[in-house]
């Protein structure tokens, strides 16, 4: 019987080394290996008809970020082509001229491009309402922890009163 046992475990290890499946047959039923990076995600989503808006912006964001340079391309927001006419909106009024000034030039390239031949003109817009608002600066307030008791030994009367005022400041903060 022990005999029986052990050869039974001997004949376990083997299987479980061995990296075979005959006596171990659970398996986990949903495992999926294939992982999705950013882009492939993007583009599944970008292909859905509901977003072929986004398709087309972004192909012309794409080409004017080849035309244009650096600077002048971060002042776009967006800019999307319709009825032969390219519109580029800009966040303000310095995108607006600098953008105005490289009119000519966006217009050169775009002919070349065989998606945009038919282009007749540019408008450059300032899109006011889609601005990214500065969060405000709050100075953070933190507790006081003085109690003003400190010496005055200053002899200029004029440093001596603000000395005075900062301990009245910092009485009054205590007093709260």
Known sequence: ???????????????????EDKLFTKK???ISYTC?????????????????????RYKVTLLLSKILLHSQFNWVMYAFYR???LYIATANHIGQSELNMQKLTIISYLKKSKNYSDIQKVNIFRDEKK??????KTVQR???R????????????????????IRQNIKSLQNK
């Not at 019987?1 to 990296?19: G, P, R, S, V, W």
């Open 1 to 19: 019987m022990q005999e029986d046992n052990t050869n039974y475990k001997q004949i376990l290890k083997e299987e479980f080394f061995k990296n």
């Open 83 to 85: 009825n032969s006419i």
């Open 146 to 165: 003085s109690y003003g008791i400190f010496e005055n030994n200053l002899s200029n009367p004029k440093l001596y009163n603000i000395a005075q005022r």
């Open 36 to 56: 999705k990076d950013t882009t492939s995600i993007l583009s599944s989503i970008a292909s859905n008809s509901r977003f072929s808006e986004v398709r087309k």
């Open 28 to 30: 986990a039923k949903f």
């Open 142 to 144: 933190y507790p006081e």
């Open 131 to 136: 601005q990214i608002k500065e969060k405000e």
